[in-house]
């Protein structure tokens, strides 16, 4: 027979519920997050005398040891959303009261009534695993870069705006080294043109023909800033800088390692041909996408998954149209910035943004109705392991807007 078990996470410890297929309640008792606790886990299973590989366990995380310890003996795993959990203890009482007990009891009673809607749970290859380590990284990176850049920018906008625009961009490299070694607007009056000069070749800056127009931007007369706000703020400029020069080199060394192990996996072909995916990207919807074709059976899921499609509430006469919020956020994220890149370079995406944007509320929307159409055709491309061809696309929408011949 199989067993279903239903198995309520957290930190430090775990309820388990063992339901035989009929719903009768076998076992029910909690197990600490350790060697012995998984070890009781496995020891009562056996007592019933049903094989690992006959026990499906529904859980609400991928991410925790237990997973792997259930994974790496063989058990068939289950991710169930926590949003389908909530949604369904209306079934066994309306005042909406749980305990870790009743949860782990619900778990297996949906494997039991729903299996049919759930996917098995299987982990990516190790390939898409350190991708998705390093991309997770680098968007924290990314938001503490932000983070921090603001803050540097105000206090150089209030007391020290020489070096803003100087370089390009605050985060470059070079604007950081600037700022450690002239951290004051004396320390860049004071700077003379050879020096300046010196300067730059040190750090690689590659205009030399500009260096003339960047030192004259330096030296041009500005406000003069209060002196006590001055030496209020002077100590936080390099303080910034040499906060932010790590974390921006770290950034980019993670990018290019992450395009190291991209060009390794076996299906980077068909993300790299996307146009305006880039070196980040194309390795981050690859990563979303993962190893598995069968998780996605069609393209509704990861359109549904990453948020870019709307959801209908439709009751007799009354219908209405929402916003999707229960999603995968970083997926959505990804999916929009690249709909934004994918409109410069391709000129499909740009003309389907057009027409969506006539009758869409804002620019957001619309990216997200293009972004929701590219997830459409990468899931064809990903599920027949093709690379994207624009002049192909084009043929297809062509062929799809000409009147259909009606029959005699």
């Avoid at 603001?150 to 705006?161: D, E, F, G, M, S």
């Avoid at 004396?186 to 690689?204: I, M, N, P, T, W």
């Avoid at 390692?257 to 299906?267: A, K, N, S």
Wanted: a positive charge.
């Amino acid at each position: 027979m199989k067993l279903l078990i239903g198995l309520d996470w957290s930190q430090d410890h775990h309820h388990v519920c063992f339901m035989a297929s009929n719903g009768s309640q076998q076992a029910s008792f909690e197990i600490l997050h350790t060697v012995e606790g998984f070890a009781r886990l496995d020891a009562e299973r056996a007592k019933l005398g049903v094989p690992a590989t006959e026990c499906l366990v529904a859980l609400e995380t991928a991410h925790n040891l237990v997973v792997d310890y259930l994974w790496a003996r063989q058990y068939q795993v289950y991710v169930i959303a926590p949003t389908v959990v909530k949604s369904s203890r209306g079934r066994y009482g309306a005042s909406g009261a749980y305990t870790d007990a009743t949860s782990a009891f619900l778990l297996a009673d949906l494997l039991r009534t729903d299996l049919a809607r759930f996917i098995p749970w299987r982990p990516d290859g190790l390939l898409v695993r350190q991708m998705r380590a390093k991309l997770s990284l680098i968007e924290a990176l990314r938001k503490d870069i932000n983070r921090w850049s603001n803050r540097l920018l105000a206090v150089l906008l209030r007391v020290y705006p020489h070096p803003v625009g100087l370089f390009g961009k605050l985060t470059a490299q070079i604007s950081l080294h600037f700022l450690i070694d002239y951290p004051t607007p004396q320390a860049a009056q004071g700077l003379s043109y050879e020096d300046f000069v010196s300067f730059c070749r040190q750090h690689g800056y590659p205009c030399r023909s500009r260096l003339p127009e960047l030192y004259a931007h330096l030296q041009a007369p500005r406000p003069k800033p209060d002196p006590a706000a001055l030496l209020a703020y002077q100590d936080e400029i390099p303080f910034l800088a040499r906060t932010l020069l790590p974390l921006v080199q770290q950034r980019l060394q993670l990018i290019r390692e992450v395009q190291e192990l991209f060009t390794q996996h076996p299906d980077h072909l068909i993300f790299e041909s996307l146009p305006g995916a880039g070196d980040l990207l194309a390795p981050s919807l690859l990563v979303k996408f993962g190893d598995h074709r069968e998780r996605f059976p069609g393209p509704a899921v990861p359109q549904a998954l990453a948020g870019t499609c709307p959801y209908t509430k439709w009751s007799g006469k009354k219908r209405s149209v929402h916003f999707r919020t229960a999603c995968d956020h970083d997926f959505r994220r990804i999916v929009q910035q690249f709909a934004i890149e994918s409109k410069k370079q391709s000129v499909w995406a740009a003309t389907y943004w057009q027409e969506v944007y006539a009758r869409c509320h804002s620019k957001s929307q619309a990216y997200r109705c293009l972004g929701n159409r590219w997830l459409a055709i990468i899931w064809k491309m990903w599920q027949t392991q093709t690379p994207y061809d624009e002049e192909y696309h084009l043929k297809q929408r062509l062929l799809h807007r000409q009147p259909r011949r009606k029959r005699h």
